[in-house]
C-alpha cells in the first residue's frame, strides 16, 4: 500500500482517499472471502469489545461489511471533492490455514491504521475529511484487537493446524455447482456495481437509497450461496486467483474494475441486461436442483431478483419521461 505523508491541496487528499479506497474494496472482499473459507460456529473467541463469546466466522463477515461502508463513504467523499472514485482493488490472498487468513487481515488492519493516523493535514485544509479519516481508522484499530484475540485463542486452543474448505472433485465435476460459481460471481459484481451508483447518484437520496437497497440483497445472496456452495462440497472461489505449490491462492485482479454507465439513464440501461442474465442463470440452475433447503433459498434469490427486474424497469421508464432529467 502507497504511503502520503502531507495532505495539503485537493490533488493530495483525492490521493489518499482512492488509495484508501482501493485498499477498503479489497478487504471488504478479502475478509468475506477468508470468513465464507472456514465453517460456521466451530473457532469462538471472547470478543474484546462486545465482551461476548463471538464467533470467529460471524464476526470476520461483519468486519468485512465494516470495510464496505468505509468504501462507500471514502467514494462519496470523493465524488463530492470533484473526483472519480476507483473500482481497481488491491491484492487478495488466501492461505490454505484459516489462521493464515486471520494473521494477514490482522497485519492489514495495523497497515492501514497507520496510512490513516500518520497522514499530516494542512490545518483548516479538509477539516470534515480529516475527521472521517480519524474515525474510519479507530473501527480499524477495533479489528486489529479483535482479529489479535481470535488468532491467540485458536493458538491456545490448538487450532492452528485447521484448514479452509476445500472444493472435491465430485463438486468441481457437477453442472450444478459450476453454474452456482457462476452466479455467486455475478451477485458479487451487481452488488460493487450498484454500490458504484450509489456514490455516483449520492446527491440524490432517492435514487441513491434504492440502488443500495438492490446491492444490500446482492450482497445477501452472496453470502447465502457461498454457505451453499459449502454444503455443495465446493467453496467461494477468488476470480483470476493463482495458485501456488504451497497451495495459497492469490490475485490481483478479484473483482471487475470498471462498471459502465456515467450518468442516470446510461446507468440505469446497463443493470436492466445484468438483472435479466441473473434471471436467467438461477432459472437454469433452479430446474438442476431437487426438491428441498438449497433449492426453496435459490428460489427465494431468483424472485428477489425478478423483484429488481421490475424495480429497475421502472426506474428507467420514469427517468426518460422527465426532460432534462440528469
Ligand atoms: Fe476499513
Ligand atoms: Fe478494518
Ligand atoms: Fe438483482
Redesign the pocket.
Known amino acids: 500500500m502507497e504511503k502520503l505523508k502531507t495532505v495539503k491541496t485537493q490533488p493530495d487528499a483525492l490521493r489518499l482517499l482512492n488509495i484508501a479506497l482501493e485498499h477498503e474494496w479489497a478487504v471488504s472482499f478479502e475478509y468475506t472471502i477468508h470468513a465464507y473459507s472456514m465453517p460456521k460456529g466451530e473457532f469462538f473467541y471472547d470478543d474484546p469489545v462486545m465482551k461476548l463469546k463471538t464467533d470467529a466466522r460471524a464476526q470476520t463477515i461483519q468486519i468485512g461489511i465494516d470495510e464496505m461502508y468505509h468504501a462507500l463513504q471514502l467514494g462519496i467523499v470523493i465524488t463530492q471533492l470533484g473526483g472519480t472514485p476507483s473500482f481497481k482493488t488491491d491484492k487478495v490472498i488466501r492461505y490454505p490455514k484459516i489462521i493464515e487468513n486471520l494473521r494477514r487481515d490482522k497485519m492489514t488492519e495495523d497497515l492501514v491504521t497507520d496510512l490513516y493516523q500518520s497522514a499530516e493535514w494542512e490545518e483548516g485544509a479538509f477539516p470534515k475529511i480529516q475527521n472521517m479519516v480519524l474515525n474510519i481508522s479507530y473501527d480499524e484499530v477495533r479489528h486489529s484487537r479483535q482479529f489479535e484475540t481470535m488468532i491467540r485463542t485458536m493458538e491456545e486452543e490448538g487450532s492452528t493446524e485447521a484448514l479452509c474448505f476445500k472444493e472435491t472433485p465430485d463438486a468441481a465435476a457437477r453442472e450444478d455447482v459450476r453454474l452456482l460459481h457462476d452466479i455467486t460471481r455475478m451477485e458479487n459484481e451487481?452488488m460493487h456495481r450498484y454500490l458504484k451508483y450509489v456514490i455516483l447518484f449520492s446527491e440524490h437520496q432517492d435514487l441513491s437509497q434504492r440502488l443500495f437497497k438492490?446491492s444490500i440483497?446482492?450482497m445477501r445472496h452472496w453470502d447465502k450461496n457461498s454457505g451453499i456452495l459449502v454444503k455443495l462440497g465446493s467453496v467461494i472461489q477468488i476470480e483470476n486467483a493463482v495458485r501456488d505449490t504451497d497451495g495459497v491462492e492469490k490475485s490481483t485482479d478479484p473483482m471487475p474494475s470498471f462498471y459502465p454507465g456515467e450518468d442516470r439513464l446510461s446507468a440505469l440501461e446497463t443493470l436492466i441486461p445484468a438483472?435479466e442474465k441473473?434471471i436467467a442463470a438461477y432459472e437454469r440452475l433452479l430446474n438442476l436442483l431437487p426438491p428441498g433447503e438449497i433449492r426453496d433459498q435459490i428460489g427465494l434469490h431468483l424472485g428477489l431478483?425478478r423483484e429488481?427486474l421490475f424495480t429497475q424497469e421502472w426506474l428507467l421508464t420514469n427517468a426518460r419521461k422527465i426532460k432534462g432529467l440528469r
Open positions: 451487481l438492490n440483497n446482492h438483472e441473473l431478483n429488481h
